[in-house]
C-alpha cells in the first residue's frame, strides 16, 4: 500500500496547479486595472493629499473607509514592497476587486495597489498635481523609465511656494507586471527643498 506521503503528495501538487491555474484565469480585465487606477488616485487624494499625511487624519480616514489595521505580527505574510521600512502604520482595503495599501511614515503618506494601468494612473495623477494648494508651485522633478525586464515609470512633482526651504513632492511609480506584489505606488513626502528627485524603494 501506498505510504501516507505518497498520497497527500499528489494531492499537494494537484491543489498547486489549480491554486495557480486560477490565479492565471483570475488576472482583472484591462478594464478592472483602469478603474482600480482612478480608486487608487482617489484615495491617495482623499488620505494623503488633503490631510497632508497627518497622523490622525490619515487614522480616521482609514477607519472610516473602512481599512483593515495590519499589525506587525502581520507583516511576514505580506510582500516587503507593500510597507516603507519605516512605516508607523499600515491598513489594507479589498474592494470590488482591487487591493489597496495606505501606508503612513513620519514625513510620507503612500497608497499603494496591487492592479493598476499604469496609463490611466499616470493620467489621474497628472490631474491631481497639476492644481497645487493656493500660493504654492508646481515644479517637475522626475520623470524616467526603465524598459527591461519589464516597463517602470515614475514621474515626480513637487509643491511648493517660490523662495521656500520647504517642500511637498508627490510621486506615482507604475510598474507593468503581474507578477508583482503592486503594480503601483503613489507617494506623498514632506522634505527640503532640493531639487533633486524622489526615488522611491
Not at 119 to 137: C, I, T
Request: charge should be negative; proline fraction near 7%; include cysteine.
Amino acid at each position: 500500500m501506498p505510504s501516507e506521503m505518497q498520497i497527500i503528495r499528489p494531492i499537494v501538487l494537484f491543489v498547486t496547479f489549480i491554486f495557480a491555474a486560477c490565479s492565471a484565469k483570475n488576472q482583472p480585465s484591462d478594464e478592472d486595472r483602469q478603474s482600480f487606477a482612478r480608486i487608487a488616485v482617489d484615495l491617495f487624494r482623499n488620505a494623503c493629499v488633503s490631510t497632508q499625511g497627518g497622523f490622525e487624519p490619515v487614522s480616521k480616514f482609514a477607519a472610516v473607509g473602512h481599512f483593515v489595521p495590519v499589525g506587525k505580527e502581520d507583516l511576514s505574510h505580506l510582500p516587503p514592497a507593500v510597507a516603507e521600512p519605516d512605516a508607523r502604520a499600515l491598513w489594507m482595503l479589498e474592494q470590488d476587486g482591487g487591493i489597496y495599501y495606505l501606508s503612513l511614515s513620519d514625513n510620507s503618506c503612500s497608497v499603494k495597489a496591487k492592479y493598476a494601468d499604469a496609463a490611466a494612473l499616470l493620467e489621474h495623477f497628472s490631474g491631481l498635481v497639476r492644481y497645487p494648494p493656493q500660493n504654492k508651485n508646481l515644479e517637475l522633478r522626475a520623470e524616467q523609465s526603465v524598459q527591461a525586464p519589464f516597463e517602470i515609470r515614475q514621474v515626480s512633482y513637487a509643491w511648493r511656494e517660490a523662495g521656500s526651504p520647504e517642500e511637498t513632492v508627490l510621486t506615482a511609480q507604475t510598474a507593468d507586471s503581474p507578477d508583482l506584489p503592486v503594480q503601483a505606488v503613489l507617494n506623498l513626502t514632506h522634505r527640503s527643498h532640493n531639487g533633486k528627485s524622489l526615488i522611491l524603494p
